[in-house]
Protein backbone atom coordinates (compact mmCIF):
# COMPACT_ATOMS: atom_id res chain seq x y z
CA UNK A 1 0.00 0.00 0.00
CA UNK A 2 1.28 3.12 -0.87
CA UNK A 3 2.07 5.62 1.80
CA UNK A 4 0.01 8.70 2.47
CA UNK A 5 0.89 11.68 4.49
CA UNK A 6 -0.36 12.38 7.64
CA UNK A 7 0.01 14.90 9.99
CA UNK A 8 -1.87 15.92 13.27
CA UNK A 9 -1.35 19.15 15.76
CA UNK A 10 -1.77 19.02 19.40
CA UNK A 11 -3.45 22.10 21.03
CA UNK A 12 0.05 23.31 22.55
CA UNK A 13 2.27 23.14 18.69
CA UNK A 14 3.61 19.33 18.98
CA UNK A 15 2.96 17.48 15.73
CA UNK A 16 2.83 13.87 14.82
CA UNK A 17 3.59 13.02 11.57
CA UNK A 18 5.14 10.22 8.70
CA UNK A 19 8.96 10.85 8.98
CA UNK A 20 10.26 11.91 5.58
CA UNK A 21 13.70 11.75 4.07
CA UNK A 22 14.43 15.29 4.68
CA UNK A 23 13.64 14.62 8.61
CA UNK A 24 16.98 13.02 8.50
CA UNK A 25 18.94 15.29 10.28
CA UNK A 26 16.11 16.47 12.85
CA UNK A 27 16.00 12.90 13.60
CA UNK A 28 19.63 12.12 14.48
CA UNK A 29 19.89 14.95 16.92
CA UNK A 30 16.50 14.15 18.96
CA UNK A 31 17.70 10.42 18.57
CA UNK A 32 21.19 11.30 19.80
CA UNK A 33 19.07 12.64 22.63
CA UNK A 34 18.13 9.16 23.81
CA UNK A 35 18.27 8.94 27.55
CA UNK A 36 19.69 6.10 29.54
CA UNK A 37 16.48 5.20 31.10
CA UNK A 38 14.30 5.78 28.03
CA UNK A 39 16.99 3.14 26.35
CA UNK A 40 16.55 0.61 29.19
CA UNK A 41 13.01 1.04 28.91
CA UNK A 42 12.66 0.11 25.53
CA UNK A 43 15.42 -2.33 25.19
CA UNK A 44 18.00 -0.44 23.19
CA UNK A 45 21.62 0.13 23.31
CA UNK A 46 23.51 3.02 25.22
CA UNK A 47 24.91 4.45 22.40
CA UNK A 48 24.45 4.07 18.28
CA UNK A 49 26.93 5.69 16.05
CA UNK A 50 25.00 8.55 13.58
CA UNK A 51 25.66 6.45 10.66
CA UNK A 52 24.01 3.60 11.56
CA UNK A 53 21.51 5.36 12.72
CA UNK A 54 20.68 8.11 9.93
CA UNK A 55 20.76 4.83 7.34
CA UNK A 56 18.20 2.46 9.42
CA UNK A 57 15.86 5.97 9.45
CA UNK A 58 16.04 6.74 5.58
CA UNK A 59 15.83 2.68 4.92
CA UNK A 60 12.16 3.09 6.86
CA UNK A 61 11.00 5.94 5.03
CA UNK A 62 11.39 3.96 2.01
CA UNK A 63 10.43 1.05 3.46
CA UNK A 64 6.41 -0.27 2.19
CA UNK A 65 5.94 -2.52 5.24
CA UNK A 66 6.13 0.29 7.83
CA UNK A 67 5.37 3.88 8.76
CA UNK A 68 7.22 5.76 10.77
CA UNK A 69 5.94 8.91 12.40
CA UNK A 70 7.98 11.82 14.15
CA UNK A 71 6.57 13.27 17.58
CA UNK A 72 7.69 16.76 16.85
CA UNK A 73 8.32 20.36 19.92
CA UNK A 74 6.12 23.29 18.90
CA UNK A 75 9.96 24.37 17.62
CA UNK A 76 10.30 21.53 15.08
CA UNK A 77 12.56 19.49 17.27
CA UNK A 78 12.22 15.64 17.28
CA UNK A 79 11.06 14.48 20.70
CA UNK A 80 10.52 11.03 19.17
CA UNK A 81 8.22 8.56 17.11
CA UNK A 82 5.65 5.81 17.02
CA UNK A 83 6.09 3.27 14.82
CA UNK A 84 3.89 0.68 12.83
CA UNK A 85 6.56 -1.73 11.72
CA UNK A 86 6.31 -5.62 10.63
CA UNK A 87 3.23 -4.66 8.43
CA UNK A 88 1.51 -7.90 6.88
CA UNK A 89 -0.94 -6.82 4.58
CA UNK A 90 -2.43 -9.94 4.00
CA UNK A 91 -2.57 -10.94 7.31
CA UNK A 92 -3.33 -7.38 8.07
CA UNK A 93 -1.68 -7.30 10.94
CA UNK A 94 1.23 -5.17 12.50
CA UNK A 95 3.89 -4.46 15.34
CA UNK A 96 3.70 -0.93 16.89
CA UNK A 97 6.39 0.67 18.95
CA UNK A 98 6.88 4.23 20.75
CA UNK A 99 9.91 5.81 21.85
CA UNK A 100 10.58 9.33 23.68
CA UNK A 101 13.93 10.42 22.86
CA UNK A 102 14.12 12.28 25.91
CA UNK A 103 13.36 12.53 29.66
CA UNK A 104 11.63 16.66 29.01
CA UNK A 105 9.23 14.45 26.51
CA UNK A 106 7.65 12.04 29.18
CA UNK A 107 4.81 12.64 31.41
CA UNK A 108 3.23 15.39 29.21
CA UNK A 109 0.80 13.44 27.50
CA UNK A 110 2.62 12.94 24.32
CA UNK A 111 2.73 9.01 24.23
CA UNK A 112 -0.65 8.69 24.76
CA UNK A 113 -1.90 10.81 22.28
CA UNK A 114 0.66 9.54 20.08
CA UNK A 115 -0.28 5.93 20.58
CA UNK A 116 -4.02 6.58 19.69
CA UNK A 117 -3.48 8.00 16.33
CA UNK A 118 -0.84 5.63 15.37
CA UNK A 119 -3.42 2.97 16.67
CA UNK A 120 -6.27 4.96 14.50
CA UNK A 121 -3.84 4.94 11.33
CA UNK A 122 -3.23 1.18 11.45
CA UNK A 123 -7.17 0.43 12.27
CA UNK A 124 -8.83 3.15 10.06
CA UNK A 125 -6.15 4.34 7.80
CA UNK A 126 -4.59 1.15 6.95
CA UNK A 127 -7.23 -1.17 7.52
CA UNK A 128 -5.62 -3.52 9.33
CA UNK A 129 -7.20 -5.74 11.96
CA UNK A 130 -4.55 -6.40 14.25
CA UNK A 131 -1.59 -4.51 15.77
CA UNK A 132 0.40 -6.30 18.76
CA UNK A 133 3.41 -4.89 20.82
CA UNK A 134 6.03 -5.91 23.50
CA UNK A 135 5.82 -4.01 26.97
CA UNK A 136 8.82 -4.59 29.67
CA UNK A 137 7.49 -5.18 33.24
CA UNK A 138 9.80 -2.75 34.23
CA UNK A 139 7.64 0.19 32.42
CA UNK A 140 4.45 0.72 34.14
CA UNK A 141 3.55 4.09 32.62
CA UNK A 142 3.90 2.29 29.19
CA UNK A 143 1.33 -0.20 30.25
CA UNK A 144 -0.73 2.46 31.21
CA UNK A 145 -0.33 4.09 28.35
CA UNK A 146 -1.39 1.02 25.83
CA UNK A 147 -4.20 -0.05 28.16
CA UNK A 148 -5.74 3.13 28.34
CA UNK A 149 -5.52 3.12 24.35
CA UNK A 150 -7.37 -0.23 24.30
CA UNK A 151 -4.31 -2.79 23.90
CA UNK A 152 -4.82 -6.05 25.96
CA UNK A 153 -2.54 -8.06 28.07
CA UNK A 154 -1.97 -11.64 25.73
CA UNK A 155 1.07 -13.02 27.63
CA UNK A 156 4.03 -12.60 29.45
CA UNK A 157 7.82 -13.38 28.50
CA UNK A 158 9.47 -14.32 31.15
CA UNK A 159 13.12 -13.38 31.12
CA UNK A 160 12.51 -11.76 28.09
CA UNK A 161 15.50 -9.49 28.70
CA UNK A 162 18.66 -9.60 31.49
CA UNK A 163 18.88 -6.60 32.79
CA UNK A 164 21.79 -5.05 34.73
CA UNK A 165 20.34 -4.57 38.00
Known amino acids: MEKVDVCWERGDGHVLRLARA ?12 FDPEGARLTGSKD ?33 GESVINEIDWEARSANFRIALFCPEARDRGLGSWATAL ?18 FSINPRA ?14 LRDAIVLPD
Open 143 to 156: ERVYAKAGFMREGV
Open 118 to 135: TRDLAFEGLGLHRLELDV
Open 22 to 33: EDVDAYWAGFNQ
Open 47 to 79: HYEKDEVTSFFLRCVDDPDRRDLLIFSPDGAVL
